[in-house]
């Protein structure tokens, strides 16, 4: 079966540049997206169609994804950007996502 | 703006069937383009889906839940259902519905219910 690998945690200072990997075979020739979630709320899509921002997400978080890894960078960062992010894409016929990274904001 | 609100039991005992339902206001469940899924988070770990059905009823299922799951879909009321058959302590967990777009992203997610498998 599908997997995607996250790593399990990441931390930035403010104000600099966080990047999360998510990495599965061939995900570059997939549709990646990421959710953001905050304790004790739902999660959130923050990037879709590895690159899209929907409504009402800041220009400071975007998406890639190529070969076989997705990246999400959240530049600027603020403290309100400590959460939970979790990758997602679909393949044959099912729904993986990935353990998801904790990101800290030192 | 599309909402979605589970509801069903938050406790279910070993080896019964776990019952929820998700109700979608704001929109129409029958739109073209979108799936209706079923997610779970168990404490403190990550995100795992269950299924996602369409307006017609076709579905997609988890293939590790797969014989456990049956997802339907009420058009007239707006809602579609998840049970989740013989379940155990590991099926306790919070469980979201989701609207499933084009097979992609998960777009918006209802508030979730806790449900805790315990006798």
């Known amino acids: 079966s599908y997997e995607l690998t996250q790593p399990p945690s990441v931390s930035v200072s403010p104000g600099q540049t966080a990047s999360i990997t998510c990495s599965g075979d061939?995900?570059?020739?997939?549709?990646a997206c990421w959710y953001q979630q905050k304790p004790g709320q739902s999660p959130v899509l923050v990037i879709y169609?590895?690159?899209q921002r929907p409504s009402g997400i800041p220009e400071r978080i975007s998406g890639s994804n190529s070969g076989n890894t997705a990246t999400l960078t959240i530049s600027g960062t603020q403290a309100m950007d400590e959460a939970d992010y979790f990758c997602?894409?679909?393949?044959?016929?099912?729904?993986?996502f990935g353990g998801g990274t904790k990101l800290t904001v030192l | 703006q599309l909402q979605l609100q589970e509801s069903g039991p938050g406790l279910v005992k070993p080896s019964e069937t776990l019952s929820l339902t998700c109700t979608v206001s704001?929109?129409?469940?029958?739109?073209?383009?979108?799936?209706w899924g079923w997610i779970r988070q168990p404490p403190g770990k990550g995100l795992d889906w269950i299924g996602s059905?369409?307006?017609?009823?076709?579905?997609y299922y988890n293939p590790s839940l797969k014989s456990r799951v049956t997802i339907s879909v009420d058009t007239s009321k707006n809602q579609f259902s998840l049970k989740l058959s013989s379940v155990t302590a590991a099926d306790t967990a919070v469980y979201y519905c989701?609207?499933?777009?084009?097979?992609?992203?998960?777009?918006?997610w209802g508030q979730g219910t806790l449900v805790t498998v315990s006798s």
């Open positions: 989701a609207r499933h777009v084009s097979l992609r992203e998960f777009d918006p």
């Open positions: 704001g929109g129409s469940i029958s739109s073209s383009t979108y799936y």
């Open positions: 059905i369409y307006y017609s009823g076709s579905t």
């Open positions: 061939k995900l570059g020739d997939k549709n």
């Open positions: 169609q590895d690159r």
């Open positions: 997602q894409a679909w393949d044959s016929s099912t729904v993986v």
